[in-house]
């Protein structure tokens, strides 16, 4: 083989997650490649696939323009000189355009489409092109379970070697879900093992890793999460921290700009995931209603059969909840807030209604799946009520690094604030999560971890003038000013009796 075209590294002090590099447009020309093109980058033994920009004015002839994502992987420093060579486009590119076509893939197709986004081979574009092709053409059963199997064979897997593993997953839409942070120590003080994996926030003021986060480290190895899941029973871990079917992150990369979720990529995504950390059973929550991703509750029964079917052909067993989805989840939105009102819950033994029922129903559906109670509810409810929760969420906090005495009281909420009171006597007759999550996240959730919402009259309850419908918290005071004027511009809690608009505008003499 030829030895390549040699280079002196530039560091290009941008991060992003692509592996990508800059020629200069001469050399570009002299090896052949264009932009897009891609190129195999080889150093003392490492090499790495890369994409190709170029760089015009920036970089010199027999220069390289490296991302840190390449310098890492080559462990090359600036100076250092690496080989390149151009390099052909992947074949799995045919297969998505066979997709694209409206073709159904073979099984090996599938598995090599997978196996190049998981090593970069893929361009973002090519990504794009086959989750658009699974949003218009879809995939039949075959292909989505050939799709989840190659999610779960290309990553980290954990096998247990005691005890019962189980898991459940929200497939998301609703803020303020703060769930996990009951169910998990819950379901472990029962004795089963429950190792859950969690995502940060997207588009939402916080995930489930984001709220923990603020109680403990959320960035284990798989290694960690086996040990202390084995340890105490249980773990609310960080997804992306690990291995474990890292197709998927990078395919829902692309997904966000374009705001789809296809279902077979919705499909796999959860469903890889619970059979990469070896559960044998899972309950899936899905939220429906006005503003959450299901609308309806005819097609989140349609939801939950795919989810079924696929569960049996991966040898899962596999339990839906078909939940309320039309409001948040208990009445605080954002990290912080959301530790607050779970931990708050734990130590009282009492909280919002829809936080409890739904927290205490999906852990009660586990505890019957496994055999370990006949009424779940109630067996998660004495669980809960009895403090033996509250104390296996203190070990979790404790195995995870974080400080097992931590109370509500001590959660780090930001202390820059603005109430929304109501101007009319009524109730409440809207409550809109889309707008509620907007107003979070100007006021700077989820990065800024005190930042969100508590919500004081939800949908049904009964406001007079002057009663406090929301309550705006933020750490920072331009952010909070920012909130404020979206959250006047666009109001996400509706009092009946509100006029809305006057029409025509003018008065008639």
């Known amino acids: 083989m030829s030895s390549g075209m040699k280079f002196r590294v530039k560091k290009i002090p941008v991060k992003i997650e692509r592996l990508s590099v800059i020629l200069n447009q001469s050399d570009a020309e002299e090896i052949g490649v264009l932009v897009g093109d891609r ?15 170029i760089g015009t004015g920036l970089i010199e002839r027999g220069e390289i323009g490296l991302y840190s994502s390449v310098m890492d992987e080559l462990r090359v420093d600036e100076g250092d000189e690496v080989n390149v060579f151009p390099f052909p486009r992947p074949v799995s590119v045919d297969y998505i355009r066979k997709k694209m076509d409206g073709h159904k893939l073979t099984k090996d197709e599938i598995y090599q489409i997978i196996e190049d986004i998981v090593s970069n081979s893929l361009t973002d574009v090519e990504i794009a092109a086959f989750v658009i092709s699974n949003y218009v053409k879809t995939m039949d059963f075959d292909e989505i379970e050939w799709m989840t199997k190659a999610m779960i064979e290309t990553g980290e897997t954990i096998t247990f070697e005691r005890g019962i593993v189980v898991d459940k997953h929200s497939i998301g839409g609703v803020p303020g879900n703060k769930i996990s942070l009951i169910i998990v120590p819950t379901i472990a003080a029962s004795g089963l093992l429950i190792p859950k994996t969690a995502s940060r926030a997207i588009t939402s003021a916080s995930g489930t890793a984001d709220t923990m986060e603020v109680l403990a480290n959320v960035n284990l190895s798989v290694e960690e999460i086996k040990e202390i899941t084995e340890r105490v029973g249980g773990v609310i871990a960080w997804g992306g921290a690990t291995y474990i079917a890292p197709a998927d992150d990078k395919i829902i990369q692309v997904e966000y ?41 005819e097609i989140a029964r349609e939801l939950s059969n795919d989810f079924v079917e696929l569960g049996r052909r991966l040898g899962l067993n596999i339990t839906c909840a078909i939940t309320y989805g039309g409001q948040p989840v208990g009445r605080a939105i954002g990290p912080a807030l959301e530790a607050w009102e779970a931990l708050k819950a734990l130590e009282e033994r009492k909280g919002s209604t829809s936080l409890l029922e739904k927290s205490l129903g999906l852990a009660g559906i586990l505890l019957e799946m496994t055999g370990k109670a006949a009424n779940g509810y109630e067996s998660a409810r004495r669980f809960f009520e009895s403090g033996k929760s509250l104390e296996k969420f203190k070990e979790i906090i404790e195995a995870q690094g974080g400080d097992p005495n931590v109370k509500s009281d001590d959660m780090p909420i930001g202390d820059k604030t603005y109430h ?6 009524g109730a409440v007759v809207s409550v809109d999560n889309k707008r509620l999550v907007r107003i979070a996240r100007a006021a700077g959730a989820p990065k800024d971890k005190g930042a969100g919402i508590y919500i004081h009259k939800k949908k049904g309850e ?48």
């Open 462 to 509: 009964v406001v007079k003038p002057g009663d406090k419908l929301f309550t705006i918290y933020a750490e920072k005071e331009w952010k909070l000013t920012q909130a404020i004027e979206l959250a006047l511009k666009e109001p996400p809690i509706m009092v009946s009796g509100m006029i809305l608009e006057k029409y025509p505008s003018y008065r008639m003499i």
């Open 39 to 53: 190129v195999r980058v080889t150093s003392g033994g490492k090499s790495c696939t890369a994409d190709v920009q």
């Open 257 to 297: 700009p374009l705001s789809i979720d296809p279902k077979p990529q919705l499909l796999a995504s959860v469903m890889a995931k619970k059979g990469a950390i070896g559960a044998k059973y899972a309950v899936i929550d899905i939220p429906t209603g006005e503003g959450a991703k299901v609308p309806t509750v």
């Open 420 to 425: 929304v009171e109501s101007a009319y006597e």
